[in-house]
């Protein structure tokens, strides 16, 4: 499986932004696909993930906020991000994990919200 982020970027608090991230190879294995992000000296976070039915979860600090969505035509979920706040500010990455436990990462964006 191979994923493809795109998006991201710098934006006033309040703002929105929308990331991207596309999949291919074996994306039948696909159980489900979320984004994470990173600050600088911790490890990554779950901030939300959609399962192949659909079901979506989401940390509790991007509840209300946050919507993740997909698009099976083009196998593509989406991140989108309104009413941001800095301390959303961080690398977020794409990841799948199959049925079988294995984990895919996609390239980093960096998200930046200013005060």
């Known amino acids: 499986v191979q994923l493809q982020a795109s998006g991201g970027g710098l934006v006033q608090a309040g703002g929105s932004l929308s990331l991207s991230c596309a999949a291919s190879g074996s994306i039948s294995s696909i159980l489900y696909m979320g984004w994470y992000h990173q600050v600088p000296g911790e490890q990554p976070e779950l901030v939300a993930r959609?399962?192949?039915?659909?079901?979506?979860n989401y940390v509790d600090s991007v509840k209300g906020r946050f919507t993740i969505s997909r698009d099976n035509a083009k196998n593509t979920v989406y991140l989108q991000m309104n009413k941001l706040k800095p301390e959303d500010t961080a690398v977020y990455y794409c990841?799948?994990?199959?049925?079988?436990?294995?984990?895919?990462w996609g390239q980093g964006t960096q998200v930046t919200v200013s005060s």
């Open positions: 990841a799948a994990v199959s049925e079988l436990g294995r984990s895919y």
């Open positions: 959609i399962t192949s039915g659909g079901t979506t």
